[in-house]
């Protein structure tokens, strides 16, 4: 009874061991947090330092122990004015992060905006009259914008008559102007 009761035990001893270096080969999970979503806003032209306070804040929320450069770094960053984006990547040495973040710059539109405009053109104008009437009335509030190059007149005929609808439209590509707005011709000014 000895001899069997010790062969049982060796029995069920081996397929112990035998689960146990099992277990052990089973893959670790990574206790890195991800920095693949992080979010910051950021925008046109700010400098370095404000650009790597701000990611750095946002860093702490995830993983407080992840210090820049150790753990992560950030591209793109030294002229915001140029990028349109910043990376935000965890370096390969890192213990506390993982991933890669793109930041997209927030541009700032400076250009103005004419939809409020309102320029007063009269029945009985030739075309030549109103071009110049409304280059001179635009260049007088925005210097340096230009016919062509900066906004279009649209639906301008040989002869203004009154009610006539005329379209100054900026260029999407213009560095001064936005938008559009829309003359009504007026009735021909009364002679005196």
């Known amino acids: 009874m000895k001899k069997t ?8 001893i081996i397929p112990m061991l035998t ?3 099992v277990a052990c080969n089973e893959p670790q999970t990574s206790n890195k947090k991800t920095i693949d979503n992080l979010f910051v806003e950021i925008e ?8 790597q306070t701000l990611i750095t804040k946002a860093i702490d929320a995830i993983e407080p122990r992840a210090l820049f450069k150790n753990d992560y770094t ?9 990028y349109e984006k910043i990376h935000v990547i965890a370096t390969p040495k890192s213990k ?12 700032q539109d400076r250009r ?3 939809s409020e405009w309102n320029i007063k053109l009269f029945g009985e104008m030739n075309q030549e009259e109103a071009i110049q009437e ?7 509030k925005v210097v340096g914008a230009k016919l062509a190059r900066d906004y279009s007149i649209l639906h301008l005929p040989k002869k203004l008559t009154e009610d006539d609808e005329i379209m100054i439209k900026a260029y999407e590509d213009s560095a001064l102007l ?4 829309k003359i009504t011709v007026l009735p021909p000014k009364k002679q005196n």
Request: charged share 15%; no cysteine; aromatic share 8%.
């Open 74 to 82: 950030i591209e793109g960053s030294e002229v915001t004015a140029e």
């Open 178 to 181: 936005k938008d559009s707005f």
């Open 134 to 140: 409304i280059e001179q009335w635009i260049s007088n």
């Open 19 to 21: 689960s146990t270096v």
């Open 44 to 51: 046109h032209g700010m400098l370095l330092n404000a650009v």
């Open 96 to 107: 506390w992060l993982e991933g890669h973040a793109v930041i997209f710059v927030k541009k």
């Open 112 to 114: 103005i905006s004419i």
């Open 5 to 12: 009761l010790m062969i049982l035990s060796g029995i069920t």
